[in-house]
């Protein structure tokens, strides 16, 4: 009997959760569910702000969902797969964030019926497939193309794509203004797919319209030494060299061992640690430049040296905003000052040192190569600013990505219903279960115009009977919800002067 008796095998620690089969299934849904409730309230322009305080002590006020999704400390491992989809869109698209988490966890929430009722998944995500599919041939279908247009045309929608992007952030109400410094500051960097090209700088004080555009390089002036106040502050035309040396006096050091023969020769140890910097020195100085930035320290007799031959200077540049000069005027970082010649040296049409609020900023115009603009952020409060930031960073990937496919699709629930109704009739062609799943597909797509209308205080299933009746009718697949207006109103917005939402569905994928 002893011999028949097989011995236990542990495989896993103590404490390990076991459960799987349908219970596991539904806990994920659940888990899923209750992170998209956290940012449900957040969707569109009548969406509320999150107020998220940390482990740290550092408080972030926020409505962009990847950010959310961030700062949430989310343990279930299922969950954690919703963050991760909403940092995936954050950084592909840059917008639509809080729609993805809806949108997962509706399609979720409409098959947790089915997973109770016994159906196996792989019956479930084959008609997800086929219904996906679907969708996205739809979606090309009656995407509208901004190839071709005018210059101006161009613009135009673009400035619609980026208002759309900003009337559900805390800046909504500069929305236009913002709009046009986005799509001015987008086209300004071309074909250039470097997002950090586009430098954002934040200033506390004043307000959102003092914010400004510079087409070109601004950065923070940085620590000056004494002699700096002597410097020309405003060069036209100047050149510019860009370095990645120090230009400070460099004694031995400490536990360096010099043996002299002779106590007189110690002076002309001194003597060669001079001439070494003067030499330096002397370099730039014949190069031409009149600006001269360095990645590293600039010390003070440097700083004096440059102040008696009129010559700007400015040490330990941040990497990214000598990267962003060097891109903008032509310059190329030099590692030596030894054989200086004109092409590698920067040009600008006007170089000057200005005051923005309480800072001083180094602002560089005027750039022949023109890749490169930068947007100085003024507002009050320091967390105002930081959602600012992040508002206009989904604005300019927005418009990025409409420069890039050329495609948009209307906004405001508009393209979901018209989806949902699409499939709800590709539905009614099908025999067996798969009518039910895809049904259940296309009521999950309702979830963005019916949170639109709960975020707005309408009624969400008045507003979603109209919507339904006018995309029942051929012409008005645009149907769409405005939230701004102060009635529950479905209003159709025909041919290209609609408000926009970028097509997210990439024609490459």
Known sequence: MAAMLQPQIIL????????QGKAQLVSNINACTAVADVVRTTLG??????????????????????????????????????????????????????????????????????????????NLIRSYRTACYLAIEKIKELAVSIEGKSLEEKKSLLAKCAATTLSSKLIGGEKE??????????????????????????????????????????????????????????????????????????????????????????QSIVDAEWNIIYEKLDKCVQSGAKVVLSRLAIGDLATQYFADRDIFCAGRVAEEDLQRVAAATGGTVQTTVNNIIEEVLGACDIFEEKQVG??????????????????????????????AERSLHDAIMIVRRALKNSTVVAGGGAIDMELSRYLRQHARTIA?????????????????????????????????????????LPSDYWASIDGCLANAVAVVMSGINFRLRLHNVLSDR
């Not at 400390?73 to 954690?80: L, M, N, Q, W």
């Open 358 to 387: 309480n800072e001083r900023f180094n602002i560089f115009s005027g750039c022949p190569s023109g890749r490169t603009a930068t947007i100085v952020l003024r507002g009050g409060a320091d967390q105002f600013i930081e959602e």
């Open 177 to 266: 203004f913002f709009a046009q410094m986005v799509v001015d500051a987008v086209i300004a960097i071309g074909n250039d797919d470097r997002l950090n090209m586009i430098g954002i700088k934040k200033v506390p004080g004043g307000n959102m319209r003092d914010s400004f555009l510079v087409n070109g390089v601004a950065f923070k002036k940085t620590f000056s030494y004494a002699g700096f106040e002597q410097q020309p502050k405003k060069f036209l035309n100047p050149k510019i060299l860009l370095l990645n040396i120090e230009l400070e006096l460099k004694s031995e050091k400490e536990n360096a061992e010099i043996r002299l023969s002779d106590p007189s020769q110690y």
């Open 432 to 472: 067996g279960k798969s009518q039910l799943f895809i049904n259940s597909y296309a009521k999950a797509l309702e979830v963005i115009p019916r949170q639109l209308c709960d975020n707005a205080g309408f009624d969400a299933t008045d507003v979603l009977n109209k919507l339904r009746q006018k995309h029942a």
């Open 12 to 19: 896993l620690k103590e404490g390990t959760d076991t459960s």
């Open 45 to 122: 322009p009548r969406g509320m702000d999150k107020l998220i305080h940390d482990d740290k002590g550092s408080v972030t006020i926020s409505n962009d969902g990847a950010t959310i999704m961030k700062l949430l400390d989310i343990v279930h491992p299922a969950a954690k797969i919703l963050a991760d989809i909403a940092k995936s869109q954050d950084s592909e698209v840059g917008d639509g964030t809080t729609t993805v988490v809806l949108l997962a966890a509706e399609f979720l929430k409409e098959a947790k019926p089915f997973v109770e009722d016994g159906v196996h998944p792989q």
